[in-house]
Nanobody
Framework: QVHLVESGGGLVQPGGSLRLSCAASGITFMAFNTAWYRQAPGKQREVVARISKLGNTIYSDAVKGRFTISRDDAKNTLFLQMNSLKPEDTAVYYC????????WGQGTLVSVSS
C-alpha cells in the first residue's frame, strides 16, 4: 500500500521561505513523474511544480522563479523549496504522481500572513 506523508508547512510572513518534504512508502518516486499540488480555501487543487523521472522540472506561472522542486532518490523523498512567499501562496500542499492517480496524503498547511 502506498503512503504519502507531507511535512514542513507552517505560518510564515510574506517574503519568507519554507521547505516542504514528501516521504513515500510503497512506491519509488524516481520511477515516476511526480508533482506538488496545492489547494487554497474555496479553490480547486492545482499543480504548482512537476519533476520528471529524468529530473526535468516545470513550474506554474504563479510560482516560477520562487519555488524549486527536487527529489532525493536515496531517501525516496520529494521536496519543494518555497522562497519569496506571498499571501496568495496560502494553501494546503500535497505531493502525488503526475498525473495524480495515488490516494492523497493529509497535506501540509502553508499560511503566509503578516
Amino acid at each position: 500500500q502506498v503512503h504519502l506523508v507531507e511535512s514542513g508547512g507552517g505560518l510564515v510572513q510574506p517574503g519568507g521561505s519554507l521547505r516542504l518534504s514528501c516521504a513515500a512508502s510503497g512506491i519509488t518516486f524516481m520511477a515516476f513523474n511526480t508533482a506538488w499540488y496545492r489547494q487554497a480555501p474555496g479553490k480547486q487543487r492545482e499543480v504548482v511544480a512537476r519533476i520528471s523521472k529524468l529530473g526535468n522540472t516545470i513550474y506554474s506561472d504563479a510560482v516560477k522563479g520562487r519555488f524549486t522542486i527536487s527529489r532525493d532518490d536515496a531517501k525516496n523523498t520529494l521536496f519543494l523549496q518555497m522562497n519569496s512567499l506571498k499571501p496568495e501562496d496560502t494553501a494546503v500542499y500535497y505531493c502525488n504522481l503526475d498525473p495524480s492517480w495515488l490516494n492523497w496524503g493529509q497535506g501540509t498547511l502553508v499560511s503566509v500572513s503578516s
